[in-house]
């Protein structure tokens, strides 16, 4: 299919397919409103965040739409879940180190965490939060640090706030240079895109 693209599109989906960060991962759960789910996707594209988790058991899933998103959910794999210890167990089992958003005791600053690492962030719903059973599962946790007289941010500002500051870690180290990928693996998702 590749044979199809204009240079110009073949070279942009390259560049972007390069870029991806397929060590860093989002999970979103029980997160209500669409035009939130829709707004974080549209972050995460720009960010090179391939793919996120939707974890839905309270709520149901969004039904999200190119519009709002900037046609983002195109780009990016959505991966569902109706169970937390799935979902962990999912992540864990490819090596990623579980971060839960949390005001709780021993939350650590966003500033802090080393975003380099191979990681997933979880982020809750508009009301509730992360839960209580995906705040203790997770291996750690982190706090977006703030000084108003509101002690929470809007869902997609938290996962924007939070993912630029791992896109800052990763620009700094390098790490949207060169692809963790093999030539193989991005020709796959090059096939894939020339579909789309």
Known sequence: MKEFLTE?????FKAVAKARQHTLH???ENVH????VSAVLRTCDA???PAVSLLYYLEKFPR???KSSASAVKW??????????Q???SLRDKGFKIYATSLTEGAVNLYDVNFTDKCAVVLGNEHRGVSDEATELADAKLFIPMFGMVQSLNISVAAAVIIYEALRQRLVKGMYDESSLSKKDLDIILDAWSRK
């Open 26 to 28: 989002l999970v979103l």
């Open 87 to 89: 979902c962990y167990n």
């Open 64 to 66: 999200i739409g190119k």
């Open 33 to 36: 409103d669409p035009h939130n």
């Open 47 to 49: 960010a090179g965040i």
């Open 76 to 85: 990016i794999e959505k991966e569902k879940y109706t169970d937390i210890k």
């Open 8 to 12: 110009k599109r073949l070279n942009k």
